[in-house]
Nanobody
Framework: VQLQASGGGLVQAGGSLRFSCVASGRTFSRFGMGWFRQAPGKEREFVAGISVNGVYTYYADSVKGRFTISRDNAKNTVYLQTNSLKPEDTAVYYC????????????????????WGQGTQVTVSS
């Protein structure tokens, strides 16, 4: 299974970025997906998750109302639209595939995800 994330970059506070993560090697539509991030010196944290069919989405409080997760099962791709970015959003962002098959509420625990993308750096300047 491979996850290829893209879309990071340098942006000013208040700006937007859209991340994409393309999956291969697994039946994408049967697994939930998540986005996590890790800032320097901090632990990896949950950002957003989406269930197999998109009916369930779940966000960290810190990004709720600013970030939107979505998926296109026909393209084996999960997206993260980030708006109103803040300097504290600066981190490496990772996409990940839920280890459980089928419909469930997206888990927050990184241990519930078994495959990870390589990460994409986001830097938000003030």
């Amino acid at each position: 299974v491979q996850l290829q994330a893209s879309g990071g970059g340098l942006v000013q506070a208040g700006g937007s970025l859209r991340f994409s993560c393309v999956a291969s090697g697994r039946t994408f539509s049967r697994f939930g997906m998540g986005w996590f991030r890790q800032a320097p010196g901090k632990e990896r944290e949950f950002v957003a998750g989406i269930s197999v069919n998109g009916v369930y989405t779940y966000y960290a409080d810190s990004v709720k109302g600013r970030f939107t997760i979505s998926r296109d099962n026909a393209k084996n791709t999960v997206y993260l639209q980030t708006n109103s970015l803040k300097p504290e959003d600066t981190a490496v962002y990772y996409c990940a595939s839920d280890s459980n098959y089928g419909l469930r509420y997206p888990p927050r625990d990184p241990a519930e995800y078994d495959y990870w993308g390589q990460g994409t750096q986001v830097t938000v300047s003030s």
